[in-house]
């Protein structure tokens, strides 16, 4: 069985930092592409953000726009877990995040999700 748990969200202050993590078991994340999306509160109930993605072999990074110099996406495959760190978070980080894989780039539509993880950015 495939599972992708994210964990290290939570409560922060604006202008913080957090760094989520997704620990992967039943598949092997050195095969996938992965990635984070984020649905916001407000947005459409099936609607997920991308926010960012790594190449299976961490060579490449992609960010949406909205987060580009302040959040950073990395992975450990000897530990089966991919990483987001969060600077400088502002109130329209607010959101659940959720990790993805994908055997593709475009990460169109991944084979796998995580359970999602909220992130509240507030005084």
């Known amino acids: 069985q495939v599972q992708l748990v994210e964990s290290g969200g939570g409560l922060v202050q604006p202008g913080g930092s957090l760094r989520l993590s997704c620990a992967a078991s039943g598949l092997t994340i050195s095969k996938f592409v992965m990635g984070w999306f984020r649905r916001f509160r407000q947005g459409p109930a099936n609607e997920r953000e991308f926010v960012a993605s790594i190449t299976s072999d961490g060579g490449r990074t992609f960010y949406a726009d909205a987060v580009k110099g302040r959040f950073t996406i990395s992975r450990d495959n000897a530990k089966n877990t991919v990483y987001l760190e969060m600077n400088a978070l502002g109130f329209q980080d607010t959101a659940v995040y959720y990790c993805?894989?994908?055997?593709?780039?475009?990460?169109?539509?991944?084979?796998?999700w995580g359970q999602g993880i909220q992130v509240t950015v507030s005084f």
């Open positions: 993805a894989a994908d055997p593709y780039m475009t990460m169109k539509t991944p084979d796998y």
